[in-house]
């Protein structure tokens, strides 16, 4: 791609994602169409929060229910919109044994021709719930839930040395059962989410059209898209990726490009932030192409600093005390500008914690 062309598309992704200027509210910021992970304290909230630039739009959020923590793409924990819950519940359905694998990982043929093995778990995740007097931890909502399933759902895991329901099974079954996580909880531990209904599987053509939907979304955020990346992104088969991209391609790029005034700021991206995903990795990062290996870690992945759209380092984040320290590791030198950018951008990351900022650059 020359110069030029690689210009205008980072620019256009820029805008898509809402990073060259702030989004007016969550409605308008279209990452939470595929959800922000949450891949660690913090990150979900912190990643939307760079995008509205308001700490309290997000917590005010959360604290009304608006924005909800399900496990979603890939069946991990993602920030959303509680109002896209049921378009992504229909977009979460298996359609083939190899979509089913791509979460739950290689299943006996028992399971693979089972009618619908993730709503068998999620039926009975959401008795399970619905009994409870509150929240319900992992350990507990798993245990309790073994005795209600049968084999072939609760086979013997080696490691664990006891019986359980397959684990992707388990994390697509909650966002089936309308579960969703509590925040701030250090194990993993589920509410009910208001509404009427239970667990049904939606009709396959409702599940392709919001396939499409969230396709289409993930394509706008991913361009250049990479079909072997978004498949890995979304949790689904390539083959399914293939299948729905011709009716998911919109034209032309994002509308949302930006004034030519926008200026393009340094950013202070959270692990496994949206901007990380979709697209061909070596593209991604230009030619720092060589850092792949220090920024697409599989365990403990570090965020990244944006400079003019190109990734320019790395950080890491921990909390001391009543600050939250936030150490950069540049990979070249930071002018005075970027390093007042990456301040704020701090700012917003330790509020989404209630916490001070305590920005170091190396």
């Known amino acids: 791609m020359a110069s030029s062309d690689r210009t205008a598309t980072v ?17 308008d910021v279209l990452a939470l169409r595929t959800g922000v992970q949450d891949a ?3 990150t979900g909230p912190a990643s939307l929060a760079l995008r509205l630039g308001s700490a ?3 917590l005010g959020g959360v604290a009304d229910g608006s924005l909800v923590t399900v496990q979603s793409l890939r069946g991990v924990p993602h920030l959303h919109r509680a109002a896209d819950l049921a378009d992504l519940r229909a977009a979460a359905v298996p359609t083939s044994r ?3 694998e ?16 993730v709503g068998e778990v999620a039926v009975v995740l959401d008795q399970v719930v619905r009994a409870a007097s509150g929240p319900v931890r992992k350990a507990d909502l798993s245990g309790t839930a073994t005795g209600e399933l049968d084999d072939v759902l609760t086979p013997w895991c080696v490691p664990c040395g006891v019986r359980h329901p397959v684990d992707g099974l388990f994390r697509l ?3 089936r059962a309308r579960l969703a996580l509590v925040p701030g909880e250090r194990t993993q531990t589920y509410v009910r989410l208001p509404g009427r209904g239970g667990p049904t599987r939606p009709p396959a053509p409702a599940t392709r059209a919001a396939r499409t939907r969230l396709l289409a979304a993930a394509g706008r955020l991913a361009d250049p898209l990479d079909v072997e990346q978004t498949a890995t992104w979304l949790g689904w088969s390539t083959a ?9 391609r919109t034209p032309g790029r994002d509308q949302a490009r930006g004034r030519d005034d926008d200026a393009t700021p340094a950013r202070l991206l959270p692990a496994r932030d949206p901007w990380l995903r979709g697209s061909d990795r070596r593209w991604l990062l230009g030619a720092r192409a060589d850092r792949r290996p220090e920024v697409f870690r599989s365990l403990h992945a570090p965020g990244v600093v944006l400079v003019d759209g190109e990734v320019a380092g790395t950080w890491r984040q921990q909390k001391k005390g009543g600050s939250l320290r936030c150490e950069v590791d540049a990979w070249a030198r930071l002018t005075a ?7 704020a951008d701090a700012e917003l990351v330790a509020a989404t914690r209630g916490l001070r900022p305590d920005l170091q650059v190396g």
């Open 102 to 117: 791509v979460v739950c990982g290689p299943v006996e043929d028992a399971l693979a021709e089972r009618d619908d093995p």
């Open 98 to 100: 190899a979509d089913l």
């Open 337 to 343: 500008t970027h390093r007042r950018a990456l301040a």
């Open 56 to 58: 309290e739009a997000v």
């Open 173 to 175: 079954a909650t966002l």
């Open 40 to 42: 660690g304290p913090g």
């Open 11 to 27: 620019r256009a992704r820029l805008a898509s994602h809402a990073l060259l200027a702030t989004a007016t509210g969550p409605d």
């Open 240 to 248: 399914s990726v293939r299948d729905l991209l011709p009716a998911a």
